[in-house]
């Protein structure tokens, strides 16, 4: 392709609008704009399969810009691309309530993502082609390749240092996801220094152990040279792509090439200098009907690749009906799960991560198309779904992922499948690595998107695999996240409730810690549980008085330890109520009526019961109540032993109560 002035000049609008948003705004980072320019309006006029009249139309292919720091370059293209970004909201950039953010958000249109934390763009973009073969598998026919898109993103030397990178990297390699393309901006240069400081790696030959098509384009400003990468990575069929574009940070500024020039806006008569340099003789904010021209193409070709897709859309949902419906459904959050859909048998015994396999069979049968792993855990968590040998290049509809030990990775990937659509999916290990997976997980939180985490082995239960493997302060931990849904469930019962409810709702992640150690089935209860779950708290147990004496709080595994205390309180002329708490953040929520019927005020002598840290128990048992915890860390040994040790009996616990309360 030959590539002419008007081109050029298109590649300048997007670095001065990018440092014109960065110095009107006293903040930002104009160094990788002014280098990664090129390579963005490439992807943008020749290869990314996008409408900017319709930002969200399913078949689009997907753009992450994982060095979040660069979202002027960015916010600069959509405009440039007749996205629903004015002049007046790239004025504003990183103003407060603004829609150009200082990194990249979900709900701007042409963000496919939320970046900023260095790595998880690029963990989220394998999520992303992951999701692509799986639903392609599972829908395209013949002549009708109704989901057939690709996943570009860029990243940064500081991307490809976070062990994210390694751990994805890694498994998009073994998947040989080829509908990936990765573009490396090698400046050789990070925030506080040359680049040489802080890495010697080869990216080439790193990518290439991993099993990746590698390129290599030595001048990030030679659009021919790009180009011609580009199309030899979308022509690849075995393999992902990962281009290596040598750049020039901060290319034509006064300090281009220096780390200075990575994260401090250009003054006014810097920006005059680089302008120059460049060739861009226009004013600040100012881009002529010429530029805008250039990249109006970008619309025109968009708008008859939908109209394109709608047509295969429209003979698709003449010839397969069922099939289509199943699709949009899923797309569309229309599919959900019912009663009879989770009808499984129940003993009077078992641990909720056994309940939880029988769900993961019960709902693959169901109208949602689900799916997903764990961190090569499966068969401890129970989190594995029987008869099926795993998704892969060669079986991409199997619902099986074997994500190995990534967790970091898995938990990215989990939000990059999700925020795809049209599957539920969950990652899972055991709950004391939810650690390693946090960084994910509080995206995921942020975006507000419905990705799931199933964790097992929940508490000191797990026994003599000691305090490295027993979860304390997780809990509480998450709890404290904004917008994460955290389940720790009772029982078989709770469990299958919390589960309903975490698959039909679709406006923040959920978390389940379950139990290693099999449970009692509270039947007794079942009228209670399945009419309480939904509101995160519930009285469990009733006292026999009409105001009872106190109240005993507990979740999880302490749920039947509280009922146990609670007749042995009874026979002491004790009468409180149980009450179980299986989710913090449903039952906070509630009305103050509801949660005044559930805790009345007046009933003070409240004690809560849980298998981990204490510290967020407060706000339900107050000044006067006590809360049975731990505290420290945990240790090796029998698990019931260790369970006595740490003060979790039922005779202890009721004495505690009476000696606290007398």
């Known amino acids: 392709m030959k590539f002419t002035q008007k081109d050029q000049d298109a590649v300048n609008a997007i670095r001065a609008l990018s440092v014109d948003m960065i110095t009107n705004a006293h903040s930002g980072h104009p160094g990788f704009p002014l280098d990664a320019a090129p390579m963005m309006y490439l992807l943008y006029k020749n290869h990314l399969k996008v409408n900017p009249k319709d930002p969200y139309w399913i078949n689009r292919d997907r753009f992450i810009l994982s060095p979040g720091h660069g979202s002027s370059m960015l916010y600069a293209t959509l405009h440039l691309a007749g996205y629903d970004i004015s002049m007046h909201d790239l004025r504003d950039f990183r103003k407060l309530g603004s829609k150009t953010p200082g990194h990249p958000e979900l709900g701007i249109p042409g963000v496919d993502a939320a970046t900023g934390p260095l790595g998880q763009g690029f963990g989220m973009s394998v999520g992303m082609a992951m999701a692509e073969k799986h639903l392609s598998s599972l829908y395209n026919k013949e002549h009708c390749p109704i989901i057939n898109n690709k996943v570009y993103t860029i990243v940064s030397d500081g991307d490809l240092m976070e062990g994210i990178s390694h751990e994805s990297a890694s498994l998009a390699g073994h998947l040989k996801l080829n509908n990936l393309v990765v573009l490396f901006d090698s400046n050789n240069v990070t925030l506080d220094s040359s680049a040489s400081k802080e890495l010697s790696d080869n990216a080439g030959e790193r990518f290439e152990a991993y099993g990746w098509n590698y390129l290599r384009v030595d001048d990030g400003n030679n659009l021919d040279e790009l180009e011609n990468a580009l199309q030899v990575a979308d022509d690849e069929e075995n393999r992902p792509t990962f281009i290596e574009v040598k750049t020039v940070l901060g290319y034509g500024s006064p300090h281009a090439n220096q780390h200075t020039v990575h994260g401090n806006p250009l003054t006014t008569d810097e920006v005059k200098e680089t302008k120059e340099k460049l060739g861009w003789s226009h004013g600040p904010f100012e881009i002529p009907d010429n530029i805008y021209s250039t990249f109006s193409t970008i619309v025109k070709d968009g708008s008859r690749e939908e109209s394109n897709w709608k047509s295969v859309v429209a003979e698709y949902k003449n010839n397969y009906p069922v099939l289509s419906k199943r699709l949009f459904d899923n797309f569309e959050n229309k599919a959900k799960v019912n009663d009879s859909d989770l009808n499984i048998e129940i003993t009077d015994n078992e641990a909720t991560r056994a309940t939880m396999h029988k769900l993961l069979q019960a709902t693959k049968k169901s109208s949602l198309e689900f799916w997903g792993g764990s961190a090569d855990l499966s068969s401890s968590n129970k989190t594995y779904f029987e008869n099926d040998d795993g998704f892969s290049d060669e079986t991409p509809s199997n619902l099986n992922i074997f994500y190995g030990v990534r967790e970091f990775a898995q938990a990215a990937a989990v939000n990059g499948i999700t925020l795809y659509g049209g599957t539920k999916t969950f990652g899972s290990t055991f709950f004391v690595f939810s650690d390693y997976m946090r960084g994910a997980m509080r995206l995921a939180a942020l975006q507000k998107i419905p990705s799931m985490f199933i964790f097992s082995h929940d508490s000191v239960a797990l026994g003599q695999d000691g305090p490295t493997h027993q979860p304390i302060e997780q809990l509480d931990s998450l709890r404290a996240m904004p917008d994460m849904l955290v389940f720790r469930p009772a029982d078989a019962l709770e469990m299958v409730a919390s589960w309903k409810f975490a698959l039909n709702q679709n406006d923040r992640p959920v978390t389940f810690a379950l139990s290693r150690q099999s449970l009692p089935t509270l039947r007794k209860y079942s009228d209670n549980i399945f009419k309480g779950v939904e509101k995160g708290g519930y009285i469990l147990s009733c006292s026999q008085k009409d105001i ?103 005779n202890k616990i009721a004495q505690k109560y009476v000696e606290h309360f007398e």
Not at 613 to 633: A, R
């Open 548 to 650: 009872s004496d106190g109240i005993i709080l507990a979740t999880g595994s302490e749920v039947s330890l509280a009922l146990d205390v609670q007749e042995i309180l009874l026979k002491k002329n004790i009468d409180v109520s149980v009450v179980s708490i299986p989710s913090f953040e449903l039952f906070n929520e509630q009305s103050n009526e509801y949660k005044e019927s559930v805790l009345p005020s007046e009933v003070v002598n409240r004690m809560s019961i849980e298998m981990g840290s204490t510290q967020s128990w407060g706000q339900y048992t107050g000044l006067n109540g006590i809360n049975i915890g731990i505290n420290h860390f945990g240790a090796s040994g029998d698990a019931d032993l260790i369970m006595k040790d740490l003060g979790f009996d039922k």
